[in-house]
């Protein structure tokens, strides 16, 4: 196959930004992931807080999509979405998932695993009740994963929508809200020269503390 007259297997990027050192990481990975967000948010990586939210149905089936990160602290991760969209039909048979961010400025790759469950109903306002009003109105418009006939079927509920809700505040379906991906295991990935990247990995173990091993990349 080729791009531009060139074989797409001579199309590769050396990573030669930074290394990464078990002892440069903090014991505790939610610290870890707060300072690479932090930095990645700092660097101005484009839309740092984009990640691939991976499920499975309960046959193990999997499937992957690009999520938004919205809250992030003691080894807790929110997202938001449709509560009958195919993510939530798979999360509903099988709770668990992983989440994995690549911040290509920083050359850097994390991995994020665990069960997930309902996000409370004040969290899933809180972010709901912060949103423009066309998101909002979206909520509403959009039947998550369901196939629709054309697009003017979605503008033609766009409009509904608004239309109704003029003059009130959007409220939040109850089918939409969120979820809290609860890390029972990370990776943090640096991409060093020639392929022999940094890779170190936190496993939760059963007395609650993390166990801290480097992977060969
Ligand atoms: C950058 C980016 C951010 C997104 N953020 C969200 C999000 O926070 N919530 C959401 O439901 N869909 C979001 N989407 C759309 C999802 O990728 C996906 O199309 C949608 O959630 C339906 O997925 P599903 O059919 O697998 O359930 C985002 C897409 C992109 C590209």
Redesign the pocket.
Known sequence: MKESGKSIYDLRHDFEKATLNESDVDNNPAIQFEKWMHQALEAKVV?AL?MTLSTASKEGKP?G????L?EYADNRFA????YK????EDLLENPFASMNFFWQELERQVRIEGSVEFHSKEASDKYFYSRPHYSKVGAWSSP??KVIKDRAELEGLVTEFDTKYKTEDVPRPEYWGGYILKATYYEFWQGRKSRLHDRIAYTLQDDNTWKIERLAP
């Open positions: 839309e984009a499937s999509r690009i999520l938004y919205r997202f938001f979405t449709n969209s195919k993510k939530a998550q994963s």
